[in-house]
């Protein structure tokens, strides 16, 4: 009998179709999953707001992680968050700007960002948010708490960048790479991997009674994590090597794919198959 009691999804890539939205299907598996005692959470790079509709459409009522990590909040409260400080990472962040990449700083309340690209109009369809422009030359942008800080551009230039003014910072940060163009920094010694453990030490879920699923690089120490790490099929080649159960289709029909072949889902009920 399978003992898993938690699933922990990515969302974007991973249970969210390819326009972002959530199928019938996922939301039907992930209902079924919860009818039969299980926990179901999510696990995104995106801050809280932007994550709001999912977790309200899902129903979420246990706290879930944010923001690669950084952030573990429920609907009511943040249970834990760290921080980035802006100002020695300015230079850095300027630079990337000159040279052509979008730079999206990420508060609680919102985001700002350097200037308005068409990256960052593509962000706020698909984010359903609208982002803020700050003015590098005022000193009140340097200020303020940050849960995370994304890039998106030319991945190369943004390592060579990230690279060239390294030697400068005197303190520590953690980078991803989330997808194929985007680039964060976010607290050190934070990821996805390290806040899902403490969400299961939270549950009193032990790694064996996880399915963690995800599709890029920034999913790979949570899948690790978790007693069955999955893989939809339009994962990053790395992530699926280090997979113990690769989905042989995208997005969330992966998802409930996996979901199907672990036996995670309750008998659908004589009613629920006359309502349909």
Known sequence: ???????????????LSEDHSLTEPVKEAVRRFRANGGMFTIATGRFGLAAQKIVEELDIDIPFILCN?????DRSRVWSASTLELRELTPFLLAAERSGVTVMLFEEAGVSV?????AVEQFEIKEGIRCVVVDPSEEG????????????GDMRRIRELWELHLPSFNRSYATIQSEDDYFEVIPPNQSKGSALKKLAELLQVTPAEVLGIGNQLNDMDMIEYAGVGAAVANSHPELKAKASFVCSRSYGDGV?????????????????????
Not at 114 to 118: C, M
């Open 114 to 118: 350097l200037s308005r690209t068409a």
């Open 141 to 152: 942008w340097q200020g303020k708490p940050l849960q995370k800080i994304l890039l998106i």
């Open 256 to 276: 409930v794919e996996a979901m199907e072949a672990l036996g995670l889902l309750s008998p659908v009920s004589e009613t629920e198959e006359d309502i349909r």
């Open 1 to 15: 009998m399978n003992n898993i009691r938690l699933i922990v999804s990515d969302l974007d890539g991973t249970l």
């Open 69 to 73: 990590g950084s952030v573990i909040a």
